[in-house]
């Protein structure tokens, strides 16, 4: 069972660069999140999207991109990235209310922007 | 907007020692309440959740958590801790409406 399915796991790329996270989920839920992970900040949404075609901003959402043509993918992009976009991604789903009473992560994708 | 403070950024115990880790919150009305667990190198992942009813709610692995509304605090406790519960702890909470909004979360470390 594979669940959610974060790509690429670890990536390193430079300022200014356009980055794609991936994010794909087996269970057909509904709602899937973008989660930012940094130290003394906790996690912070960045994303979320209630289905196909339907997405908003959460907390945190400058400087990111999100599109969800499918209800399986949910890939983010960083247009243009900056150092302080360095940090741990976390994608979620979620198969009750948009509020996300219950997530279902993935594994992460650690970025690092040099 | 509501917030969610985690006391405790780490947390050092030996094995067998008792735990409780610090969670409140800001926001007056209905909430529901999470912790979530990140165990070293893998995703987060439910640890239990308070929605309604008795405010003592048991979870996995032994875990169990007190929500009490006047005080706006659900903390986290474990009688008795184990090696393998060294991970990274989360509280969350939503109300209607509203995200998920989690705390900085607590690194607990337990030495054996």
Known sequence: ?????????????????????????????SYMFWYRQ????GLRLIYYSAAADITDKGEVPDGYVVSRSKTENFPLTLESATRSQTSVYFCASSEGSITGEKLFFGSGTQLSVL | AQSVSQHNHHVILSEAASLELGCNYSYGGTVNLFWYVQYPGQHLQLL???????????????????????????????????????????????NAGNMLTFGGGTRLMVKP
């Not at chain 1, 399915?5 to 660069?17: D, N, V």
């Not at chain 2, 709610?57 to 929500?67: D, H, L, R, S, T």
């Not at chain 2, 006047?70 to 969350?92: G, H, I, M």
């Open chain 2, 48 to 94: 239990l959740k308070y929605f309604s009813g008795d405010p003592l709610v048991k979870g996995i692995k032994g875990f169990e958590a007190e929500f009490i509304k006047s005080k706006f605090s659900f903390n986290l406790r474990k009688p008795s801790v184990q090696w393998s519960d060294t991970a990274e702890y989360f509280c969350a909470v939503n």
């Open chain 1, 38 to 41: 940094d130290l003394g900040h």
């Open chain 1, 1 to 29: 069972d594979a669940g959610i399915t974060q790509s690429p796991r670890y990536k390193i790329t430079e300022t200014g660069r356009q980055v794609t996270l991936m994010c794909h989920q087996t269970w057909s839920h």
